[in-house]
């Protein structure tokens, strides 16, 4: 992590997100760990490639006075995680979030998870759908690609140089960041440059993405969230997931919202978070369930 990031980290810790270290096959994970003042059900979010927990600061911190509690892990070699015993390799990833999230959920809880972290709480729900009680995915990745396709959007993350990493800043927000662009660009170079994350993504096969199959057996209720600006992740993959996920998830797309739409629209996610988890909530009072009218390629816009 940079300096600013560990710098971000112990303010969230002094805003009533303290940290928490798990143990693991994989070596030590971290996360941030905070008891809530609201109603809500537990709230626990999965972060992206490269990223880590804190810089989903603005977003939990707004959830601690709504959410019975408020959850981020940082996945193994991200943030203030270990390096996985025998380097980062996707099995270790799944591994030790797998591990990481048993230890942290003891009620079922709202999983949100973003770009990888989408692929993560995804998995999560299949291998333990008790432990889940609706699942939120915003700009989620995961989605397969073939031949020669999947190895050039690869290259989307193999940054080694600062124009190449002012080009993906640029792809990740919706508007142009002039006054943090070049901050932003720092920190990208410096992890995607790192020897570990390189060898995550150089080793990242077709085998490693989602399967129709998997969406399609999902148990929670789904809400998937794209922004119209999104510009790191093909609109092939919103196709994938409008395609395979279960008939009663449902899908918006949002203008004015990019990859890090966290970082965007932090109290729009936070409300619209707090609603699909009071959706739930109702439904499961009511005993219903709710399914999508119309057709499926005709996605929620929301404002």
Not at 122 to 141: D, F, M, N, Q, T
Not at 185 to 198: C, T, V
Not at 214 to 225: F, G, N
């Amino acid at each position: 992590m940079t300096l600013p990031e560990r710098l971000g980290m112990r303010l969230l810790n002094a805003q009533g997100l303290p940290s928490r270290w798990l143990n693991t096959s994989v070596g030590k994970i971290h996360a941030l760990d905070g008891v809530g003042r609201g109603e809500l059900p537990p709230i626990v979010m999965m972060h992206g490639l490269s990223a880590n927990a804190a810089a989903y600061g603005g977003y939990l911190r707004r959830l601690l006075p709504l959410a019975s509690r408020v959850t981020a892990p940082d996945m193994p070699g991200h943030g203030l995680s270990d390096i996985p015993r025998g380097g980062l390799r996707s099995e270790a990833m799944l591994a030790g979030g797998l591990e990481a999230l048993d230890q942290l959920i003891d009620e079922p809880a709202i999983l949100v998870g973003n770009s990888m972290g989408g692929l993560g709480v995804i998995r999560y729900a299949l291998a333990r759908p008790e432990k889940v009680r609706g699942l939120l995915l915003v700009s989620p990745g995961g989605a397969p690609m073939q031949g020669q396709a999947f190895q050039r959007f690869l290259d989307t993350f193999r940054v080694s140089t600062h124009k190449g990493a002012l080009e993906f800043v640029d792809r990740m927000f919706a508007k142009s960041t002039p006054l943090v662009r070049h901050a932003f660009a720092m920190g990208i170079r410096d992890r995607f440059s790192h020897p570990e994350l390189r060898r995550l993504i150089d080793g990242l096969t077709v085998d490693d993405m989602l399967q129709a199959s998997e969406l399609r057996d999902l148990l929670p209720p789904t809400l998937l969230i794209w922004g119209r600006e999104e510009r790191i992740l093909p609109r092939s993959h919103l196709g994938f997931f409008a395609d395979h996920l279960p008939e009663q998830a449902e899908i918006e797309e949002w203008p004015d919202f990019g990859h890090c739409g966290f970082l965007e629209q932090p109290e729009g996610l936070v409300r619209r978070t707090a609603s699909f988890a009071r959706g739930i909530a109702h439904k499961e009072c009511s005993g219903s369930r709710s399914t999508l009218t119309g057709e499926r390629d005709n996605l929620r816009i929301s404002a």
